[in-house]
C-alpha cells in the first residue's frame, strides 16, 4: 500500500459529461501530480501541485483542470468528455517540489473512467 | 522534447536473468527511475540512478550512462511474480521541478 489514495475506482459516464476525480496524498507529501495511462500513450504527465500551487504542467487538455486544497488533497476535473479520455487516471505523490532518491513518487491505484 | 524507448515484450524463465535497456534523449537530466507495473495496479518504485554507474538492490539491479542516454534494468533469479510491466521514467529538468517522463513499458512475461 503506498498510502496514496484515489477514488472512486471506476467510473462510467457518458460522452459530453463532467467528473471529478479525488486524491489523498501519503501523509506529509506536499507534492502531488496526476498522470493519465492509456493503451496506446502509457503514462502521460498532466499537472503537478506542490504545497497548493501548480508546480508544473503537461500534456493536460483545457477541458480538464485540476486543484489542490489546504489539507492537500487534490482534485481532476475533466469536462465534456469525450471517448478518447477513456483510460486510467493515476495520482502520485513525494514529499517535496521534485523528484530524486529520497523523494519518489508513489502512485495511488488509479480510477479506471470509461466514456461511452 | 523527452523520448524514451524500451522494448514493447520480453520473456524469460523461472530463474534466468534478464536485462531491460532504456535509451532516453531529454532536454536536460535529472535522474532515472524504474517502476514496475502489475497489470490494473498502481506503478511502485523499484530503482533510481542520477550518477553513472551500477545500484544493487536485492535481485534488481539498474545502471546508467548518462553519456549514452542509456539505462537498463537487471532482475535475476526471476519468479513468476516479477511477470509485469517495467517502466523507465526520465526527471528532465533541475530538482525542483517533479514530472517524469515514462517510456511505455516492457511487459515482461516470466514462465515456470
Known amino acids: 500500500d503506498s498510502g496514496v489514495t484515489q477514488t472512486p475506482k471506476h467510473l462510467i459516464t457518458a460522452t459530453g459529461q463532467r467528473v471529478t476525480l479525488r486524491c489523498s496524498p501519503r501523509?506529509?507529501?506536499?507534492?502531488v501530480y496526476w498522470y493519465q495511462q492509456s493503451l496506446d500513450q502509457g503514462l502521460q504527465f498532466l499537472i503537478q501541485y506542490y504545497n497548493g500551487e501548480e508546480r508544473a504542467k503537461g500534456n493536460i487538455l483545457e477541458r480538464f483542470s485540476a486543484q489542490q486544497f489546504p489539507d492537500l488533497h487534490s482534485e481532476l476535473n475533466l469536462s465534456s468528455l469525450e471517448l478518447g479520455d477513456s483510460a486510467l487516471y493515476f495520482c502520485?505523490?513525494?514529499?517535496?517540489?521534485?523528484?530524486?532518491?529520497?523523494?519518489?513518487?508513489?502512485f495511488g491505484n488509479g480510477t479506471r473512467l470509461t466514456v461511452t | 522534447g523527452q523520448n524514451i524507448d524500451q522494448p514493447t515484450e520480453m520473456t524469460a524463465t523461472e530463474g534466468a536473468i534478464v536485462q531491460i535497456n532504456c535509451t532516453y534523449q531529454t532536454s536536460g537530466f535529472n535522474g532515472l527511475f524504474w517502476y514496475q507495473q502489475h497489470a490494473g495496479e498502481a506503478p511502485t518504485f523499484l530503482s533510481y540512478?542520477?550518477?553513472?554507474g551500477l545500484e544493487e538492490k536485492g535481485r534488481f539491479s539498474s545502471f546508467l550512462s548518462r553519456s549514452k542516454g542509456y539505462s537498463y534494468l537487471l532482475l535475476k533469479e526471476l519468479q513468476m511474480k516479477d511477470s509485469a510491466s517495467y517502466l523507465c521514467?526520465?526527471?528532465?529538468?533541475?530538482?525542483?521541478?517533479?514530472?517524469?517522463?515514462f517510456g511505455r513499458g516492457t511487459q515482461l512475461t516470466v514462465w515456470p
Open positions: 502520485a505523490s513525494s514529499v517535496a517540489g521534485g523528484t530524486g532518491i529520497n523523494s519518489p513518487l508513489h
Open positions: 540512478n542520477v550518477l553513472d
Open positions: 501523509s506529509g507529501d506536499l507534492s
Open positions: 521514467a526520465v526527471s528532465d529538468r533541475g530538482s525542483t521541478l517533479g514530472r517524469l517522463y
